[in-house]
């Protein structure tokens, strides 16, 4: 998943080029990059209006709570990320962002987040134990270290 991931990511702007030479030839290039610099100006107001206190909110969230707060939290999450793709210059971006600023989509995609978060398995550097499986050892006392130089 982690592959498809990064090749998307790098296929982006291939993609992000052929679709403003498709656009362009449609519509004309000069209303093209007129449309691309209104969505830019879109995706800042829509950033001014959220980010602060989505992104505010998500840190808390996230401080406190953890994978939970993400969860709860990802409807808010999700209308910034809607304000950075119109912001990012391009129209597949910019449609991506436009549709996460509809209200259902929105929620749609949080209920999915919401869903995957409880598929997914613990965090893999806690291991569940029962009592029987572990016993307490002594601390081992280091010659020369530096907690025994301190004291």
């Not at 998943?1 to 030479?21: D, G, Y």
């Not at 809607?82 to 209200?103: K, R």
């Not at 209920?111 to 598929?119: C, F, H, T």
């Amino acid at each position: 998943m982690v592959k498809r991931f990064i090749v998307a990511i790098l296929l982006l702007p291939l993609a992000e080029i052929a679709a403003f030479v498709l656009v362009g030839a449609a519509i004309g290039f000069g209303n093209a990059f007129v449309l691309i610099t209104l969505t830019m100006i879109l995706g800042a107001l829509v950033l001014r209006r959220a980010g602060r206190g989505q992104l505010a909110h998500f840190r808390a969230a996230v401080s406190d709570n953890g994978v939970t707060g993400i969860e709860t939290n990802s409807g808010g999450l999700l209308s910034v990320l809607a304000g950075l793709l119109l912001f990012v210059p391009g129209f597949l971006t910019s449609l991506a962002g436009a549709v996460l600023l509809i209200g259902p989509v929105r929620r749609w995609c949080s209920n999915a987040v919401r869903r995957r978060m409880a598929r997914a398995p613990g965090d893999p550097s806690v291991v569940d134990l029962t009592p029987g499986e572990w016993q307490q050892m002594p601390e081992r006392r280091i010659e020369n270290s530096p907690r025994d130089r301190d004291r």
